[in-house]
């Protein structure tokens, strides 16, 4: 779908946010070969239109990286591109269009799809842009393996479905923390407005959602590893060592010392402030949440989320 003679492989960091998955591709993008490159479902409307800050902090439209890339890519980043990839997406990457997705992904990997089919134009013109914008970050960072950490559920089936191999690492966190997480007020760093911020019975839902999303996906036959963000701050350097085996390039963790990372200027278009880090950064779990949150709250999301829990192993942790 791409006229790259080389296309990137996409390494796609799904889940609910604040699970760890910013953290997560920060931590991947020090091992060479793999470029990070944020939440590209975000990158049309917050850094081509709204220019904000790519991560190595300079304004989007000013970044070399990104620059390039849009020229490599598309010709040079334009307003007419941005605004009709924002209006593509509610017609095509939404998580109520998961079952038609799953659907033509099933079609697709047994081979007995038509590609395109019928009403799958706008699903091929989506993630055609988005192949063009991986395969041009991989030249322009001159690595084989780009990061999306768009999350997103739907966008990993769009990118299924319309043929792109896509390598999912599906990130989970106890919900009870992903809950009292969405609950904070914080301020974007970009522009200073609070982040959005849900109760926990909604996060709940989402976290379900998303997860079940992921599960049905792996189903489908993508290729998907699952990664906890306890187990990557309990232990980064194993974590990281199986993950990146499973992705398949070379592991050199030397920016890894005990819990300690030394991360390096990242371009990332969008995502957890944590992506303007830069330095020694120390890899502690953020447990706050089980002295702060009302014990009502966690059983209300305990009783919300209870099954996948269990499966992912959070049942011996129940309050």
């Not at 980043?77 to 992904?105: F, G, K, N």
């Not at 880090?277 to 089980?290: A, C, H, K, Q, Y």
Request: charged share 25%; glycine share 8%.
């Amino acid at each position: 779908m791409s006229d790259s003679p080389s296309p990137a492989r996409v390494v796609f960091l799904g889940g609910l946010g604040r699970s760890g998955t910013t953290l997560l591709e920060r931590l991947l993008g020090e091992v060479p070969g793999i470029a990070p490159l944020g939440e590209v479902v975000h990158l049309w409307a917050r850094s081509v239109l709204a220019d904000e800050a790519c991560g190595c902090g300079e304004p989007f439209g000013s970044c070399p990286f990104w620059e390039k890339v849009g020229e490599r890519a598309f010709g040079g980043w334009s307003e007419e591109t941005a605004r009709r990839m924002i209006a593509l997406r509610p017609r095509v990457d939404r998580t109520r269009r998961i079952p038609t997705l799953s659907r033509l992904l099933a079609e697709e990997r047994a081979g007995t799809g038509r590609w395109p089919a019928s009403g799958t134009a706008e699903l091929d013109e989506y993630v055609t842009a988005h192949r063009r914008l991986y395969d041009a970050a991989g030249e322009v960072a001159d690595c084989p393996v780009v990061i999306d950490s768009s999350k997103h559920a739907s966008l990993a089936f769009c990118l299924a479905a319309a043929g792109v191999d896509v390598h999912v690492v599906h990130v989970v966190r106890d919900p009870r923390a992903v809950a009292h997480s969405w609950r904070r007020r914080v301020p974007r760093p970009e522009d200073g407005h609070l982040m959005t911020h849900w109760s926990p019975a909604r996060t709940s839902l989402h976290w379900l959602s998303e997860n079940l999303g992921l599960e049905l996906l792996a189903r489908r036959g993508v290729p998907v590893t699952r990664v906890r963000y306890e187990d990557l701050l309990d232990d980064p350097a194993d974590t990281l060592r199986r993950l990146v085996a499973a992705i398949g390039v070379p592991c050199r963790l030397d920016f890894l010392s005990g819990g300690w990372a030394e991360l390096s200027t990242a371009h990332t278009a969008s995502g957890n402030p944590v992506r303007f880090t830069v330095g020694r950064t120390e890899l502690t779990r953020d447990d706050g949440w089980r002295a702060a949150a009302s014990s009502r709250r966690l059983r209300l999301v305990t009783a919300l989320t209870w099954p996948l829990m269990i499966k992912y192993g959070y049942h011996r942790r129940l309050a």
